[in-house]
């Protein structure tokens, strides 16, 4: 008998405001923006005719065609909360409180004392989606441990088994 191979992981997928963002370069009207002051990508509603590159240019597919409005949409990072020091909605409300804002030190600056900086460059446990693209995704994920090595390469890069290895050694100390 061969033993079942089937593992489930959910991964709750945002917008990752790519420091290249692969919408914003495919947009041909220019609709598509990053805020300088905190990196939030964004579409001009005036500016967007919906012709839907930025939808096909989005690894991620985070950006849709609403043809209510006859334009494209994405997530805005629930920029106008960010602006008053408020987390994004998404984040607020997680069931399982496991989504934390904020900003990402440079790896040579990395403070302890930051949850992501943490994560990210002390621990070395979370990794971007498909950073193979390119793209520099700004949100970063905990790969799941018991999910097929070769599927977190393809998901979070080759550095996706020392993440997982890193986790697990944390996680017994």
């Not at 420091?19 to 923006?33: E, H, K, T, V, Y």
Request: with cysteine; hydrophobic share 40%; net charge positive.
């Amino acid at each position: 008998q061969v033993p079942h191979l089937n593992w489930f992981f959910y991964l709750p997928r945002i917008c990752n405001h790519c420091s290249s963002p692969g919408c914003l370069a495919a947009c041909p009207r220019g609709a598509i923006f990053k805020r300088a002051q905190d990196g939030v990508v964004l579409v001009d509603q005036e500016k967007c005719e919906g012709l839907r590159y930025c939808v096909a240019g989005c690894p991620y597919k985070k950006v849709y065609f609403n043809p209510m409005t006859g334009t494209s949409e994405k997530c805005i990072a629930c920029y106008p909360k960010l602006e008053t020091g408020l987390q994004p909605q998404c984040f607020v409300n997680c069931i399982g409180k496991i989504r934390f804002a904020g900003w990402i030190s440079k790896p040579e600056n990395a403070k302890a004392d930051n949850p992501i900086d943490f994560l990210v460059h002390v621990k070395k446990v979370a990794l971007p989606l498909f950073p193979q693209l390119g793209l520099e995704p700004n949100v970063y994920y905990i790969p799941p441990i018991h999910a097929p090595a070769g599927f977190l390469r393809q998901m979070f890069g080759p550095g996706a088994e020392a993440a997982v290895k890193a986790y697990r050694a944390a996680k017994d100390d």
